[in-house]
């Protein structure tokens, strides 16, 4: 692998316009792309998994002639095929120890709630209404209000499940914002 | 929303998303979700759900030991998925004080509401002043009421006619094809007995979990196998009261001697009403 290698942006046009023809698409496919990478990585258990999405897509770029001289096949194989050369060697670099997880306690629960409640607050009101009753309640409790919600919401139970995630989601990044704002 | 209702999951593909987050399928099976992940939208949002429900669980602390062990060593590697358990944590405590706090708020307007009564005692001044003669009235009342309870309301098991249903249950019965075995639970069964069959093994311990989606909705474990006519099982009683209608599935797992859970067998079924 040539290290020193560095992604110009003449290599990082050509890598875009190997995605799509149209800007602003392979613009979206690239950070798609990247992020499921990062997924990918995380999922293999690796500690840096953005250094390594980013280490495939420069070796995917920096193969480009090779790939569009040789054939038009897939570009998530072509990702694949290359992430998985580049976790090879991540494996052999590893250091056999690697760091205990982190705690979960925190310190500032109080601060937490009071970004959360005003993150809830911020939310519209069917979505927050949603949030809690979905993943509020035990076990049985919540498997019957789970159903209820879905059938008030007349949207089947998977449906109601990724919506519930994706307010969630936006959730979470409101109240890391927060705590990043507060905590400076 | 893209694709929201046409997202087809189910608790054998979240079961099987799951053992990949933890690491513990084979390596051909990893590859083809992994190839799944980076082409399909839908599916890796799937992902980003599943893992979701894995940190709740072990927020809630409902993983068995082994599969706790594999998520801290295995899954809470990166940041991001720490700040995932973090906010989950947050989440879960927050949404119970929440609801501790409406609780007590019920319980306390109840209590504002109800008339301030007035004291038993003082309409009983003779027993007030004598207290062993009221110790001794009392008793003698709560027998004859225990009595006259017995002797009108004796329980008889023929005539309430409650069931223990046995379902018998092979490994690997999936849902797709209609070959899920279907319980019936009428008014009458109480409890099901399921027997597990497994293949002969060196196990005497088992751990066994009912799942009716990705909820746990029944555990047991320290059960042993039964032989029957060259069969080996395992047997389990579920009380009906924790089944609705539905698909479930149930999670063997062995128990090693050092306390590890290794899954032997995956059970699938489904419950009906009369």
Same mark, same amino acid.
């Given at each position: 692998?040539?290290?020193?290698w560095?992604?110009t942006q003449e290599?990082?046009d050509?890598l875009?316009?190997?995605?799509?023809?149209e800007r602003?698409i392979?613009?979206?496919?690239?950070?798609?792309i990247r992020?499921?990478l990062?997924?990918l990585y995380?999922?293999r258990?690796c500690?840096e998994?953005?250094d390594?999405?980013?280490?495939?897509?420069?070796r995917?770029?920096?193969k480009?002639?090779?790939i569009?001289t040789?054939s038009?096949g897939?570009r998530?194989?072509y990702?694949y095929?290359v992430? =998985? =050369?580049?976790f090879?060697e991540?494996?052999?670099?590893r250091?056999p120890d690697?760091p205990?997880?982190?705690?979960?306690q925190? =310190?500032n629960?109080e601060?937490?709630?009071?970004?959360?409640?005003?993150c809830l607050?911020?939310l519209?009101?069917?979505?927050?209404e949603?949030v809690v =009753?979905y993943?509020?309640?035990?076990k049985?409790?919540?498997?019957n209000?789970?159903?209820?919600?879905?059938?008030?919401l007349g949207?089947?139970?998977?449906?109601?499940?990724i919506?519930?995630?994706?307010?969630?989601?936006?959730?979470?990044?409101?109240v890391?914002?927060c705590l990043d704002l507060?905590?400076? | 929303?893209r694709g929201?209702?046409n997202?087809s999951?189910?608790a054998e593909?979240?079961d099987?998303?799951?053992?990949y987050?933890l690491?513990v399928i084979?390596?051909?099976?990893a590859?083809d979700?992994e190839q799944?992940?980076?082409?399909d939208?839908?599916?890796?949002e799937?992902?980003?759900?599943?893992?979701?429900?894995?940190v709740?669980?072990?927020?809630?602390?409902?993983?068995?030991?082994a599969?706790k062990?594999?998520f801290e060593?295995?899954?809470l590697?990166t940041t &991001?998925?720490k700040q995932?358990?973090r906010f989950?944590?947050?989440?879960?405590?927050?949404?119970?004080?929440?609801?501790?706090e409406v609780?007590?708020?019920?319980a306390?307007?109840?209590a504002?509401?109800?008339k301030?009564r007035r004291a038993?005692?003082?309409?009983l001044?003779?027993?007030?002043h004598?207290?062993?003669?009221s110790?001794?009235?009392?008793?003698?009342g709560?027998?004859a009421?225990v009595?006259l309870?017995w002797l009108?309301?004796r329980p008889?098991?023929s005539?309430?006619?409650?069931?223990?249903l046995?379902?018998?249950?092979?490994?690997?019965?999936?849902?797709d094809?209609?070959t899920?075995p279907?319980?019936?639970?009428?008014?009458?069964v109480?409890?099901?007995e399921?027997?597990?069959e497994?293949?002969?093994a060196?196990?005497?311990?088992?751990?066994?979990e009912?799942?009716? &989606?990705?909820?746990?909705?029944?555990?047991?474990?320290?059960?042993t196998?039964?032989?029957?006519?060259?069969r080996?099982?395992?047997l389990?009683?579920?009380?009906?009261?924790r089944?609705?209608?539905?698909?479930?599935q149930i999670?063997l797992s062995?128990?090693s001697a050092s306390?590890?859970?290794?899954?032997?067998?995956?059970?699938a079924?489904?419950?009906?009403s &009369?």
């Amino acid at each position: 692998m040539n290290k020193d290698w560095i992604l110009t942006q003449e290599s990082f046009d050509a890598l875009l316009d190997w995605l799509d023809p149209e800007r602003d698409i392979a613009g979206q496919k690239y950070e798609e792309i990247r992020r499921r990478l990062i997924k990918l990585y995380a999922c293999r258990s690796c500690h840096e998994p953005e250094d390594l999405a980013d280490e495939t897509i420069n070796r995917v770029t920096r193969k480009l002639k090779e790939i569009t001289t040789e054939s038009k096949g897939d570009r998530v194989a072509y990702f694949y095929a290359v992430g =998985n =050369n580049v976790f090879k060697e991540y494996l052999r670099r590893r250091l056999p120890d690697t760091p205990p997880p982190v705690g979960l306690q925190s =310190n500032n629960v109080e601060l937490e709630f009071a970004c959360l409640e005003s993150c809830l607050a911020e939310l519209p009101v069917d979505q927050r209404e949603l949030v809690v =009753n979905y993943y509020q309640d035990e076990k049985l409790a919540k498997i019957n209000q789970r159903k209820l919600l879905a059938e008030n919401l007349g949207i089947a139970a998977n449906a109601l499940r990724i919506r519930a995630y994706r307010i969630r989601a936006a959730l979470q990044e409101c109240v890391e914002k927060c705590l990043d704002l507060k905590l400076q | 929303m893209r694709g929201l209702n046409n997202l087809s999951v189910n608790a054998e593909q979240t079961d099987r998303l799951r053992d990949y987050l933890l690491g513990v399928i084979p390596w051909e099976e990893a590859s083809d979700i992994e190839q799944k992940l980076l082409g399909d939208a839908d599916f890796y949002e799937e992902v980003l759900v599943t893992e979701d429900e894995l940190v709740d669980l072990y927020v809630a602390d409902r993983l068995p030991a082994a599969e706790k062990q594999r998520f801290e060593a295995y899954f809470l590697t990166t940041t &991001e998925r720490k700040q995932k358990a973090r906010f989950a944590k947050v989440f879960a405590a927050y949404l119970a004080r929440q609801q501790a706090e409406v609780l007590s708020a019920a319980a306390g307007a109840s209590a504002a509401t109800e008339k301030p009564r007035r004291a038993f005692w003082p309409g009983l001044g003779f027993f007030r002043h004598r207290p062993v003669l009221s110790f001794v009235a009392i008793l003698s009342g709560c027998v004859a009421l225990v009595a006259l309870l017995w002797l009108g309301f004796r329980p008889n098991r023929s005539q309430l006619g409650t069931e223990t249903l046995p379902v018998a249950l092979i490994p690997g019965q999936v849902r797709d094809g209609g070959t899920t075995p279907k319980v019936v639970l009428s008014p009458k069964v109480v409890s099901l007995e399921f027997e597990l069959e497994t293949a002969p093994a060196p196990y005497q311990n088992y751990y066994a979990e009912v799942l009716y &989606e990705t909820e746990r909705v029944w555990e047991k474990d320290h059960l042993t196998p039964v032989n029957k006519a060259g069969r080996q099982s395992v047997l389990m009683a579920v009380p009906a009261d924790r089944l609705k209608p539905g698909y479930y599935q149930i999670k063997l797992s062995a128990v090693s001697a050092s306390g590890e859970l290794e899954l032997v067998n995956r059970y699938a079924f489904r419950v009906g009403s &009369e």
